[in-house]
Nanobody
Framework: QVQLVESGGGLVQAGGSLRLSCAAS????????MGWFRQAPGKEREFVGA???????YYDDSVKGRFTISRDNTKNTVDLQMNSLTPEDTAVYYC?????????????????WGQGTQVTVSS
């Protein structure tokens, strides 16, 4: 079992950057594929990107080229670096963990979830 806690959210102006972090506790973190999702007000939760245990990454087209996911298996952390932020990036951001093969991009494929951290981008 893995427990996940996100941090780093806040208020930023459009065009700015923010770095989110997800700290994991529990056994076997390095074997999990990790994903980031977000949920904007009144919208469904959506996939942002994922990083595998082998450090491969996969991003949704909406963030490709602006967001970067990294992980440090020695610290049990996964980071989401967000650049060139726009008001459309405003959402609660969640990290999630799965043992499913590959880099899943659907909610149901992830077993463990953090509580989320709010990101607000002002225009």
């Amino acid at each position: 079992q893995v427990q996940l806690v996100e941090s780093g959210g806040g208020l930023v102006q459009a065009g700015g950057s923010l770095r989110l972090s997800c700290a994991a506790s529990g056994r076997g973190f390095s074997g999990y594929n990790m994903g980031w999702f977000r949920q904007a007000p009144g919208k469904e939760r959506e996939f942002v990107g994922a990083i595998g245990w082998s450090l491969g990454t996969y991003y949704d087209d909406s963030v490709k080229g602006r967001f970067t996911i990294s992980r440090d298996n020695t610290k049990n952390t996964v980071d989401l670096q967000m650049n060139s932020l726009t008001p459309e990036d405003t959402a609660v951001y969640y990290c999630a963990a799965t043992l499913r093969v590959g880099l899943p991009n659907l909610e149901y494929e992830y077993r463990y979830w953090g509580q989320g951290t709010q990101v607000t981008v002002s225009s």
